[in-house]
Antibody, heavy 119, light 112 residues
Framework: EVQLVESGGGLVQPGGSLRLSCAASGFTFRSYNMNWVRQAPGKGLEWVSYISSSGSTIYYADSVKGRFTISRDNAKNSVYLQMNSLRAEDTAVYYC????????????WGQGTLVTVSS | DIVLTQTPLSLSVTPGQPASISCKSSQSLLHSDGKTYLYWYLQKPGQPPQLLMYEVSNRFSGVPDRFSGSGSGTDFTLKISRVEAEDVGVYYCMHRVQVPRTFGQGTKVEIK
């Protein structure tokens, strides 16, 4: 069974940092591209970042470019999101989502981890 | 960035009746490879989103055949032939023609 489990969320002050982790199981992690998607409280979905299976290709939303860094460790079946210079508008549930084979995108999602940026 | 506009933003449906959600794109979602990369997701209350449809009209594994997708270019539609209680939630369209992938605002479906 495919499982994605996020961790690392919490309360942080504006300007602070957090590192989110997503632990994957139930599939050959190194073969799949991965993403982070966020959802502010009561709002819609926003794609945040993408990393290819090998880690060689990375994309970011403009809203986080220069502040967030996505990475992965295929030996540990995990993908990470380092978030620096956090702002109130980064407050959201952060989901880890897998891209499936071919053009099937976001076929599996984790349950999410809440990040709250507030003083 | 490509803007996806969904209508309506909310829908109240009697069980057994059909429902339809529109998703209009600010640019064509026809990729140079000939495929149209339009997706539909459903986020049930308290849950992460789940994939319903990919490439406009392909149902993802396990999705009931009462769901269907259609459209081309910039205009797309998700149809539910007979709404059931388990279909409540917020429906989102999304594209992947270019970076960034963007979502529509969401359409909330409720049962009357």
């Amino acid at each position: 069974e495919v499982q994605l489990v996020e961790s690392g969320g919490g309360l942080v002050q504006p300007g602070g940092s957090l590192r989110l982790s997503c632990a994957a199981s139930g599939f050959t992690f190194r073969s799949y591209n991965m993403n982070w998607v966020r959802q502010a409280p009561g709002k819609g979905l926003e794609w945040v970042s993408y990393i290819s299976s090998s880690g060689s290709t990375i994309y970011y939303a403009d809203s986080v470019k220069g502040r967030f860094t996505i990475s992965r460790d295929n030996a540990k079946n995990s993908v990470y999101l380092q978030m620096n210079s956090l702002r109130a508008e980064d407050t959201a549930v952060y989901y880890c989502a897998r891209d499936g084979y071919s053009s099937i995108l976001f076929d599996y999602w984790g349950q999410g981890t809440l990040v709250t940026v507030s003083s | 960035d490509i803007v996806l506009t969904q209508t309506p933003l909310s829908l109240s449906v009697t069980p057994g009746q059909p429902a339809s959600i529109s998703c209009k794109s600010s640019q064509s979602l026809l990729h140079s490879d000939g495929k149209t990369y339009l997706y539909w997701y459903l986020q049930k209350p308290g849950q992460p989103p789940q994939l319903l449809m990919y490439e406009v009209s392909n149902r993802f594994s396990g999705v009931p055949d009462r769901f269907s997708g259609s459209g081309s270019g910039t205009d797309f539609t998700l149809k539910i032939s007979r709404v059931e209680a388990e279909d409540v939630g917020v429906y989102y369209c999304m594209h992947r023609v270019q970076v960034p992938r963007t979502f529509g605002q969401g359409t909330k479906v409720e049962i009357k």
